[in-house]
């Protein structure tokens, strides 16, 4: 079974400030993918970053990067540059080996201040 | 972003009513889910559709009962639900091949209010 962590319930970050959201995982697979999401008041889930387990660089997309610390079990995400529209609840996620399962963290709620 | 849709987004009903909620994918995915996401608590996956065939079913009573007719379409059919069942019902899809990374796209979700 996987398990994931988010001990942040609630962060505050000012506008264009950078902004790091704690995720740590426990599984006992050697092969797992680790996620992020986006869920604006909306409702949806939006993706933003993928980390395999097995991928040696840290994952970078736009102003997301994901800080993965492997012997940590750890897999935070950083938020560059923080505008209004970042304000959301975050999501960290583990993938098992086949793909088919996903477990979710309880997340972190964003607020970004202008 | 309309890769996948939910309707209703918003759906009141009594303890004794059956509804159905629908999902549709226009993503050419294989793989498709359904999850339950109660206020305070983590995503719970429900039900996982690989290629129309159930292949999770995660202990979920049977007043859900879920029918995937297509790899486009995934339905959640309720019935005789109880107050405890609210919630935001998010429906997924992906690509179903057994990548490594097995990207999940969501719905904007229905937020379902059993009186």
Same mark, same amino acid.
């Given at each position: ?19 790091? &959201? ?8 050697? /092969?797992?993918?680790? #996620?992020?999401?986006? =869920?604006?008041? +909306? !409702? ?32 935070? &995400? ?8 970042? /304000?959301?609840?975050? #999501?960290?996620?583990? =993938?098992?080996? +086949? !793909? ?15 | ?115």
């Amino acid at each position: 079974a996987q398990k994931i962590t988010q001990t942040q319930p609630g962060m505050f970050v000012q506008e264009k400030e950078a902004v790091t &959201l704690d995720c740590t995982y426990d599984t006992s697979d050697q /092969s797992y993918g680790l #996620f992020w999401y986006k =869920q604006p008041s +909306s !409702g949806e889930m939006i993706f933003l970053i993928y980390q395999g387990s097995y991928d040696e660089q840290n994952a970078t997309e736009g102003r997301y990067s994901l800080n993965f610390q492997k012997a940590r079990k750890s897999a935070n &995400l950083v938020i560059s540059a923080s505008q209004l529209g970042d /304000s959301a609840m975050y #999501f960290c996620a583990s =993938q098992n080996p +086949s !793909g088919s399962r996903l477990t979710f963290g309880e997340g972190t709620q964003l607020t970004v201040n202008p | 972003e309309t890769g996948v849709t939910q309707t209703p987004r918003h759906l009141v009903m009594g303890m004794t009513n059956k509804k159905s909620l629908k999902c549709e994918q226009h993503l050419g995915h294989n793989a498709m889910y359904w999850y339950k996401q109660s206020a305070k608590k983590p995503l719970e996956l429900m039900f996982v559709y690989n290629f129309k065939e159930q292949t999770e079913n995660n202990s979920v009573p049977s007043r859900f009962s879920p029918e995937c007719p297509n790899s486009s379409h995934l339905f959640l059919h309720l019935h005789t639900l109880q107050p405890e069942d609210s919630a935001l019902y998010l429906c997924a899809s992906s690509q179903g091949a057994g990548l490594d990374q097995e990207t999940q796209y969501f719905g904007p979700g229905t937020r379902l209010l059993v009186l």
